[in-house]
Every structure is written in structure tokens, then in C-alpha cells.
């Protein structure tokens, strides 16, 4: 529509220059003797050119606004987001969320002193982990992933979120390992491991909802309050996805089937995919 537009607005500049329009307009010119052939010609040649400029005018602001409009707020100074396949991007979608403060009486499940109750919250949170794809899923993955026992429609993922929230497990874990028997206790390269992803996790979504500070009357003294509002990704959506795709019977054994590549199992074909966001292309 709007590529119409603009042919539209420029062809009347066209008409308005080119030497077919001048004898288009100069034949009822010829007809009609009462009146001066120039300044006839001349004034709808104003009026072709104002309306041209005018057209022009409105197209060039009206695409200036739908492009500033359509662009995301993040990509303000760059034309362009990269964009990663997931088998779950469909699922992404966001809402309001206020933070806990996980102190004084603001203590949900997770915060609190080590439990089975507690535990089995935490488990919930990440045991859904492991994800089915269909070898053509699989072939759009920027890394490639493995088939189970060269299964097509067995190929293993799963989700950043649930490695990373077993990760933060396996740090409560180890914060209180006076109450976890000592057999399950993690070995200090895997809760080096896990601060890793932890600490790039956060990195990589860079939340900029401003923590703020408000005056405490008790404590007669201003406190730093994140139990603030986020823009949230909403996890129980992602959550049910990987419910739905959950290789709840994976054995480790699965794991030590070798299936060589080129037999049905092949390593998916590497891609990025890289959208790039353009609204307004001019011709
Ligand atoms: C666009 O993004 C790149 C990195 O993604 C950055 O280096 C560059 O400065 C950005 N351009 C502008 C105009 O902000
Ligand atoms: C994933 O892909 C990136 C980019 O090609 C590469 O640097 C990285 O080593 C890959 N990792 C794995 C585990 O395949």
C-alpha cells in the first residue's frame, strides 16, 4: 500500500514534467479561444506541482512515523535484532510480575529453610528438563543437538531456563550442605559450572527495571526495595511446553548409544538465522 502510494504521488510529478502531459493539457486549451493558453497551462501545472509536493510531503512524514513507530524500543539505534531459532519461540510471551523480597514476611517456598516440601518446589521448577524434537526441529538448531539411540523423533534439548534454575538448585544445595546428605553433594567444579551460567544468564537479559529506595519509619532510614514490577517472560507458558515434550523416561544408559552421523542421526545442519527488521524500503 504504501509502495502504491508512492508510484502514485510520483507519477503526478512525472505528469506534471514529462512533454505528453503539456499536450494533454493544451488540447482543450485549443477548443476553448476565450482564454490564454499559458496562464491557463501554467496554473494547472501549479496546481499538479503543489499537489505532487504535497503528496510527497505526506508520504515521507507518514513513513517517517510508521517507521520510528515500528521499530522496537531495544533497537532504537540499530536497525537490526538477531534472532536465534528455538523450538519454543512460539511460546514466548510477557507480562507484569512483582518481585519477592524472599526476607521477613515476603518468604515464598523457595527461600525457605531446606525441606522436603521445599526440595520437591524446587525439583518441580527444573525436572521437565529434557525435551523431545522431531529430527526436523532439530535441523534448525544454531548447535546441533543428538538423537536417543539415533531415534528421529528422539532428538534431546532442553531450555536454558530449567539448566539454569537447576543450576541455582545446586547452589541452595550447596549453601546449606550441612543438611543435605554428603553423598549428594556437588563437586566444586560443578558449582564453578554453575555460577558460570548463572552469572551469564543474567548478563545476557540485563534486566533494567530500576530497584528503588524508600524511607523505612522503623529503621528511620531509607532501604533499597526490589520487590518492584518486571516485565516478565511468562515461565508457567514455557513451562507447560516443555511439559508436553518431556522425555520423562530418559535412562542414562540412553546416553551411551552411539549412533554414527549419516544413519538416520546425522548432526543437524549448523544455522544462524539472522531476521533483520526493515519497514520503510524506499524505491
Ligand atoms: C548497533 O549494534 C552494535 C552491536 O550489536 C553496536 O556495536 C553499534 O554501536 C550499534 N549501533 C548504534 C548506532 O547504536
Ligand atoms: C555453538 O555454535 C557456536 C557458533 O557457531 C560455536 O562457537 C560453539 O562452539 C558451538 N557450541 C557447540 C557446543 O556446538
Known sequence: MLLAFHKESRQSRYHSLSPNAHVELEEPLLEDGTRRPTSRRHSILATVTFVSVFLNFFLL???????????????????????????????????????????????????????DEVDKAWFDLHRIAPSALHEDEAAMLPNSTWAVKGNRDQYIVSLDVFHQLHCLDTLRQYSHRNYYDQTR???????????????????????????????????????????????????GRIRQWAEGRWMESLKKEDFEVYALPGEGVSASQSALF??????????
Open 274 to 283: 539472522m531476521s533483520y527488521t526493515s519497514s520503510c524500503i524506499y524505491p
Open 61 to 115: 512524514t507518514w513513513c517517517a512515523i510508521s517507521w520510528a513507530s515500528l521499530r522496537p524500543p531495544s533497537s532504537r539505534d540499530n536497525a537490526t535484532i538477531p534472532t536465534l531459532y528455538s523450538p519454543a519461540n512460539s511460546e514466548v510471551a510477557y507480562n507484569l510480575q512483582t518481585f519477592t523480597r524472599g526476607a521477613e514476611d515476603d518468604l515464598p517456598i523457595y527461600e525457605r529453610p531446606p525441606s
Open 185 to 235: 553433594q556437588p563437586s566444586i567444579e560443578h558449582i564453578r559450572h554453575c555460577i558460570g551460567a548463572i552469572r551469564q544468564a543474567l548478563m545476557c537479559a540485563s534486566d533494567v527495571t530500576p530497584v528503588v529506595w524508600q524511607w523505612n519509619i522503623e529503621k528511620k532510614k531509607a532501604e533499597e526495595r526490589d520487590d518492584v514490577v518486571h516485565v516478565c517472560r511468562d515461565f
